[in-house]
């Protein structure tokens, strides 16, 4: 019998049943909106500081586009490989690297915090904070990684998450 030929009163009679089912089948469970998702602690103060370890014992490697390691870098490929090396996982993208870090004031930037450097067109290139306005990074060919000072300042500052 299909519902569609229940009378009205007999669909009327039907419905407590189904609840009841429902009910029944449902039992300990609890229909509730998705919780939200928990906010990932950011990187740990240790974790940053091995991650600026990792990029120093890189020094001299030289830039090559695409690459991310562990002789031959690009700067996203550097900041990767580097947060790799602690457990951490970034895409191979400056601008994609974002998304992976919690925006920080410059006042409360720390070492190994990473370092976006942006434009009109949005973020050109990626860096590790080394300290005392300094960064490591893997900047263009013909020249290796290296730490050098902040050159701009149309920078912002990201904590891994």
Not at 22 to 43: D, E, N, Q, R
Not at 85 to 93: D, I, N, T
């Amino acid at each position: 019998m299909s519902l569609a030929r229940l009378s009205p009163v007999r669909m009327l009679a039907i419905v407590p049943l189904v609840l009841a089912l429902s009910v029944t089948m449902f039992a300990g469970y609890t229909i509730s909106p998705a919780a939200p998702k928990a906010h990932a602690a950011l990187v740990s103060k240790a974790k940053a500081e091995s991650a600026v370890d990792w990029a120093r014992s890189r020094k001299g490697s030289p830039y090559s586009y695409g690459a991310d390691g562990p002789h031959r870098f690009d700067c996203s490929g550097l900041t990767r490989w580097v947060y790799g090396k602690v457990g951490k996982y970034l895409p191979h993208s400056s601008s994609a690297q974002v998304d992976k870090t919690k925006r920080i004031s410059r006042d409360n930037r720390r070492r190994g915090d990473l370092v976006f450097f942006y434009s009109r067109s949005g973020v050109y290139h990626v860096a590790i904070y080394a300290g005392r306005g300094d960064v490591w990074h893997a900047s263009q060919p013909g020249v290796p990684v290296k730490r050098t000072d902040i050159w701009t300042s149309r920078v912002f500052y990201g904590r891994l998450k």
